[in-house]
Structures are given as C-alpha cells and as structure tokens.
Antibody
Framework: QVQLVQSGTEVKKPGASVKVSCKSS????????ISWVRQAPGQGLEWMGW????????NYAQNFQGRVIMTTDTATNTAYMELRSLRSDDTAVYYC?????????????WGQGTLVTVSS | DIQMTQSPSSLSASVGDRVTITCQAS???????LNWYQQKPGKAPKLLIY???NLETGVPSRFSGGGSGTDFSFTISSLQPEDIATYYC??????????FGGGTTVEIK
C-alpha cells in the first residue's frame, strides 16, 4: 500500500532553517511527483511547491521563492523540503503529498504531517 | 492565478441531511480540474473527488461532485457522524500553482 512517512516535530529559532523528510513506499517513486502543502494553526491549506524526478523539475510557489529548496533521493525514495530564514509565521504543519509526475494538481496520498514551531 | 471561493465557511446539519458546498472560481475552469478533500481534526487531508465529479477509489457513494465553468459543488447526500470535517476544493491547471479554497467546516446539529 502507498505510504508517505514524514520526519518528526521540529522547534526552531527565527532565522534558522528546517529540513523535513518524506519517505515513500508502495509505488514507483520516480513515476510521480511530490508536493509540499502547509497549514498554519487554525488556517487553510497552502501549496508550497512540487518536485518531479520524472520531469526533472521543481516549481515553487511565489511566496516561498528564494527560501525553499525541494530535493529527492531516489536511492531511498525520500523527498526533502528545506525552508530557510524561518519566521514566526512559518509555524505550521507541513505535509508532503503524492502528485502528478508532469505538473502539480492531484494529491492522492498524504504524509502524516510534521509540526514546525518557530519561536525565540 | 485562479482564486477559489468556497461557501459557506461553516455549516451545521442533522444526521441524514443533504449537505451542499459550493466553490466558485475567479475564471472559467473549462478543463474541470477541480478536486475536493476532506480533513478531519489533527489529520492529513484525504482526496474524495477528482476532476470535478470522479469519486476516488474507496470513497463512499454518498459523496459526489459536479459543476462546470466557474461554479462547482460538493454534496453529501445523507450526512453521517463520521463526516464531521473541513472540506476543501482545489483547482489545478497544466501550469502551477494549484490553489485551494478557504474550506468549509461541517458540524452536526
């Protein structure tokens, strides 16, 4: 069965970076993309970006351009999302989700979420 | 980018009621690339409906979606206690970014 398992809770200080992992199993990792979606406390869903080994491409939301880097390790079927220069309003649950290989559009399996708290 | 406006933002209904949520796009979505997700408290979202009206495998048939152009709807034909959740619409196109609606919280009266 398809599973996406994310790394654990993080607590960071303002200005620091965080790197969240998302390990996939149960499907051919390189045949799909991975999107990252975040949710601030009590708020809605915000798409951050997408990475696809199939297409050899990434696409980042304008709000995160220059601060986010998404990578993959095909040897371990793991995707990573690194967010830099953290601010208090980056406090959120970060989700990875399986996506299309050729563009971002349908999130059919999700990780369990990783809470990132940014506080001094 | 196309903006998605969901309504209502919350609703309260009785078990067995028919519940409908609407999602309005800021531009015509002629390709029907409109998905619906359910999110229960403390859990990740779950895909229920894709491409406006297609039921994801394993999702109960009381859930349905429809619409065209700029106006789309999501319906629960007979509300069950386990349907308490927040529902989101989401549009995508051949070029990112995909965009989410603001969400509709469904409660039992």
């Amino acid at each position: 069965q398809v599973q996406l398992v994310q790394s654990g809770t993080e607590v960071k200080k303002p200005g620091a970076s965080v790197k969240v992992s998302c390990k996939s199993s149960g499907y051919t990792f390189t045949s799909y993309g991975i999107s990252w979606v975040r949710q601030a406390p009590g708020q809605g869903l915000e798409w951050m970006g997408w990475i696809s080994d199939y297409k050899g491409d990434t696409n980042y939301a304008q709000n995160f351009q220059g601060r986010v880097i998404m990578t993959t390790d095909t040897a371990t079927n793991t995707a990573y999302m690194e967010l830099r220069s953290l601010r208090s309003d980056d406090t959120a649950v970060y989700y990875c989700a399986r996506d299309f290989a050729y563009t971002s559009g349908r999130f059919d399996y999700w990780g369990q979420g990783t809470l990132v708290t940014v506080s001094s | 980018d196309i903006q998605m406006t969901q309504s209502p933002s919350s609703l309260s209904a009785s078990v067995g009621d028919r519940v409908t949520i609407t999602c309005q796009a800021s531009q015509d979505i002629s390709n029907y690339y409109l998905n619906w997700y359910q999110q229960k408290p403390g859990k990740a979202p779950k895909l229920l409906i894709y491409d406006a009206s297609n039921l994801e495998t394993g999702v109960p048939s009381r859930f349905s979606g429809g619409g065209s152009g700029t106006d789309f709807s999501f319906t629960i034909s007979s509300l069950q206690p386990e349907d308490i959740a927040t529902y989101y619409c989401q549009h995508y196109d051949n070029v990112p970014p995909p965009t989410f609606g603001g969400g509709t919280t469904v409660e039992i009266k």
